[in-house]
């Protein structure tokens, strides 16, 4: 290899678009035959927005929402952002909070008044009705619970859409040889949906996947003999990207994703990953 190509093929990767961290990243999108792509902020464009309340009994909504929203104030996932801000676009005041929580993957809690109120998934509560189970399995986005004193009392449904460039970029990284894999941390429900409308394979959705087991899932295709492409923009995507055969992070993600990563998305657009596949694969054919 001379230095020389390398340089020109980072230095027009990046006017393309793309930061290539080094010249055996080159060699590894040549190897790569599975894509990994994380679900939000990636294939979606990661701008929740809430949609949705439904609670149970006569609880009013906008106490609800308030009760959520207090315990998110504390919080920097992008579920908590959007319904902080739904409650401040509904005015709703937001009382103090003490003792926050936050359990990755799963949710948040915190003292309101002296009563412990949680956010999140349905395994933080002892006891959920059924109908609220039915309502989130049934509600397009992602829904989470808020409840107190380990009773769910009211559901959020926040969402976002897929990027316009999504379905056709799967595509065209298919026809370079990749077979696409959609994970989540988010429920099964949500992560098949979207991944139909990218036409991703309902076989290859790995949903409900904590934090800490992004990585393992990579691992599990990389034992099945695949080289692993990953592309993510979350902190908890950071474990995963480094142990992919090639990360790639999306620049409108975090520091943590960018780090991890062999190669950045200066535009954060999945078609920029087909952009940067086939740039390396042509600029190491000069080099040959
Ligand atoms: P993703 O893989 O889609 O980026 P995460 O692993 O960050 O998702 O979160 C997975 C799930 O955990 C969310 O879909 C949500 O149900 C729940 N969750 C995590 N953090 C919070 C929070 N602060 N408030 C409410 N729910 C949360
Ligand atoms: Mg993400």
Redesign the pocket.
């Known amino acids: 290899a001379t230095p020389t190509a390398l340089l020109v093929g980072t230095g027009r990767g990046a006017q393309l678009g793309t930061l290539i961290k080094g010249p055996q990243v080159l060699e590894d999108t040549r190897r790569v035959d599975t894509l990994v792509l ?4 990636t294939v979606t464009t990661g701008d929740l927005r809430l949609k949705k309340i439904a609670v149970i009994g006569r609880l009013d909504k906008k106490a609800a929402l308030k009760a959520a929203a207090s315990v ?1 104030q504390g ?1 920097e ?4 952002r959007a ?1 902080v801000a739904g409650a401040k676009e509904a005015r709703i005041g937001l009382p103090r909070i003490t003792d926050f929580t ?7 809690s915190a003292r309101i008044n002296g009563t412990e109120v949680t ?3 349905a395994v933080l509560f002892d006891t959920v009705d059924p109908a609220l189970v039915e309502h989130a399995r049934t509600t397009p986005g ?1 829904t ?1 619970l808020v409840g107190w004193d380990g009773t769910a009392h009211a559901a959020l449904t926040v969402g976002d859409a897929v990027r316009d460039s999504s379905r056709a970029a799967v595509e065209r990284l298919r026809g370079l040889g990749l077979t696409p894999y959609l ?5 099964e429900a949500n992560a098949r949906s979207v991944a139909e409308q990218v036409g991703i394979d309902p076989a290859k959705v790995r949903a409900d ?3 800490t087991d ?1 990585h393992a899932i990579v691992r599990d295709l990389q034992q099945q003999g695949k080289v692993v492409a990953m592309v993510g923009d ?1 902190v ?2 950071a474990a995963a990207l480094a142990q992919a055969d090639l990360g790639i992070a999306m620049g409108s993600g975090t520091d943590v994703a960018m780090d991890s990563a062999d190669i950045i998305l200066v535009r954060s657009d999945l078609d920029a990953v087909g952009d940067a596949i086939e740039l390396s694969r042509a600029t190491l054919k000069v080099i040959k």
Do not use: R, W
């Not at 994380?38 to 902020?41: E, L, S």
């Not at 994970?183 to 429920?187: F, K, R, Y």
């Open positions: 994380d679900k939000t902020g998110e919080s996932h992008p579920i908590a319904i936050a359990n990755p993957g799963e949710g948040a956010v999140g998934k992602t989470v994970l989540t941390g988010d429920a996947v904590l934090p992004k979350g908890n995507d």
